[in-house]
């Protein structure tokens, strides 16, 4: 589910010129010279992009040209909104392939330890198919899925109000502050999705070839029923029972992953010549930010006589 979350800001940090939008750094200003010939190449390039978007369309398949045209524009931007959809399902995708692990690690906890049914991971994957069928494996898929949407809200919720909350832009923020948002973010994603968490944890340890169903509090016949055999039983806060030691995991996890995300992206802002070190945003000057990486550096590669301003005839 955090796909989005950071492939929001992945995006960003590919396309290079994001943080130069909320930045008011003075840069130095090129000659005149300098800019029609920069001017000149932008265009260039620009309409090369649109020449190379134009031919991916035409023979790309419908599929592939049907996602284009969903979730970028001809010139490979993607807005906040669609990025949530491209990354919630991808998250989707991801967790319907790795799903039976996620059983299995479930079966493997709450086995009777004294007289276990399962001897390992290989072996639990052979009993649950011959015993339960292919379906067993993805028992409390559905779950799982939905958890995604307030997962992803909750997450994206919190994004865009960081400047909010520290009252600055986000690219000024030390790696302590993207330490404690990646901990926001997690704590408000997971305690809002937390109660589909609680339903997919039952529906995957309940089973009639356990003993006492698995050890489950209640009995259901369903994700829906589920639900509410737990709130009669124990309550609506039974929905976020064990939301503490689950906290404590993934708090920590998305604080150090986000902290070590945003200094990985300075890197490569920094490799790509867009700032002057990897420790601030310090914007290097002269650097036309709007340019993507491949296009700074063939810039880079252009004869330097065509960035000398020409002599008047009076110099002559």
Not at 156 to 176: A, E, G, M, S
Request: glycine share 6%; with cysteine; hydrophobic share 40%.
């Amino acid at each position: 589910m955090t796909v989005f979350w950071l492939g929001t800001d992945l995006f960003e940090a590919r396309q290079g010129h994001s943080f130069a939008e909320t930045t008011t750094q003075a840069q130095d200003i090129p000659s005149r010279a300098h800019l029609t010939a920069r001017s000149r190449h932008q265009r260039h390039q620009q309409h090369q992009r649109h020449q190379r978007h134009q031919q991916h369309q035409q023979h790309a398949g419908p599929s592939c040209s049907v996602l284009v045209i969903l979730f970028t524009d001809e010139l490979g931007h993607i807005s906040h909104w669609r990025a949530i959809m491209a990354g919630s399902l991808a998250g989707m995708v991801a967790t319907v392939v790795t799903y039976p692990t996620d059983v299995i690690k479930t079966r493997l906890i709450v086995q009777n330890r004294l007289e276990p049914s399962y001897k390992g991971i290989l072996h639990a994957f052979y009993k649950i198919y011959h015993q339960e069928g292919l379906l067993a494996l993805y028992r409390g898929v559905s779950p799982a899925i939905l958890g995604a949407v307030p997962f992803s809200a909750g997450s994206f919720f919190v994004y865009i109000n960081l400047d909010k909350i520290w009252q600055k832009p986000i690219v000024h923020f030390t790696p302590l502050q993207n330490f404690i948002n990646g901990c926001v973010a997690a704590a408000v994603a997971q305690t809002l999705s937390f109660p589909f968490e609680t339903v997919k944890r039952k529906m995957q340890a309940q089973s009639p070839w356990l003993p006492h169903y698995g050890a489950v509090d209640v009995h259901f016949t369903g994700m829906v029923d589920c639900f509410r055999q737990t709130v009669k039983n124990k309550g609506v806060l039974g929905l976020w029972s064990g939301l503490t030691p689950s906290l404590l995991k993934i708090v920590p996890y998305f604080g150090v992953m986000f902290s070590t995300f945003e200094f990985c992206k300075r890197v490569c802002l920094y490799r790509n010549g867009y700032i002057e070190s990897p420790l601030n945003y310090k914007l290097t000057p002269g650097v036309d930010q709007s340019l993507q990486p491949q296009e700074l550096r063939e810039l880079k590669l252009l004869p330097r006589a065509n960035f000398e301003p020409r002599k008047s005839a009076l110099e002559n």
